[in-house]
């Protein structure tokens, strides 16, 4: 999802909506016309992260770079959000994998054009931090040289690693919110090993009154070996 901020980061008009959040972090601090001569406060508020991380997201690089804004850039998203009010704040929420192209622009700002069709431009303090960032955005676009890179992969590899896996109890605690582990439901692990059916999971609900030498058989005679179980309810 792409969300649009005002004033010196420009939304190409109907392409990115504006959105305003309750205050969730602290009043910015005025910005220095000279972004190397940044005080305690406005660097400590630069490193407290206006968002949360997903499993797995890192972060690449962050500033106060833009005119009027704060930038960061994760292994998942690029983050832009202008000064605040006490009452509410704007912001870009732009996935990396969306960006289509990024262009540099009178040599002071980028326009990036996402892949939904939406875009917007980003105005930098110097030439040489609209070039910089530009550099390390058209690396994070690059193309993915693996399955590794993909988000989804980066993503589940890193949550199941986090929860230790989805523990089995989940499945139970589950199946006992729906009513499935009472007549005339039961559940089984007929196919923990994904060999009796590849399609189906390693925990099924059946009926009570089937037994499991009975799955075996009926799973003969259907595609893929699918066999009755509840599949949605």
């Known amino acids: ?31 220095s016309s000279n972004p190397t001569e940044l005080s305690t406060d406005q660097i ?30 994760t292994t998942y998203r690029l983050f832009i959000f202008s000064n605040q009010t ?11 994998r969306l960006i289509e192209s990024i262009e540099l622009k009178d040599n002071i700002y980028l326009y990036i054009q996402c892949k939904d069709i939406r875009s917007f431009r980003v105005m930098f303090f110097t030439t040489d931090k609209c070039c910089y960032w530009l550099k390390k955005l058209n690396e994070s676009i690059s193309i993915s040289i693996g399955l590794d890179d993909l988000f ?34 039961r559940t089984t692990e007929i196919n923990h090993d994904y060999k009796l059916s590849p399609t189906y999971p390693n925990i099924c609900v059946i009926p009570a009154s089937i037994t499991d030498d009975e799955i075996h058989e009926v799973a003969k005679f259907r595609s893929n070996r699918r066999f009755p179980t509840i599949v949605w309810r």
């Open 152 to 185: 989804a992969v980066k993503y589940a590899l890193a949550k199941s690693k986090s929860n230790n896996d989805i523990k089995r109890d989940d499945f139970y605690h589950e199946f006992t919110r729906l009513h499935l582990d009472t007549y005339p439901w």
């Open 1 to 31: 999802m792409v969300v649009g901020v005002p004033s010196s980061v420009t939304i190409v008009e109907e392409d990115i909506h504006v959105c305003e959040l309750p205050n969730s972090i602290p009043d910015s601090i005025p910005l």
């Open 44 to 73: 400590n508020l630069i490193n407290e992260l206006p968002f949360e991380f997903l499993s797995g997201e890192e972060l690449i690089e962050h500033g106060l770079d833009l005119t009027d804004g704060h930038i960061y850039l």
């Open 86 to 96: 006490s009452t509410h704040c704007s912001f870009i929420n732009c996935p990396i």
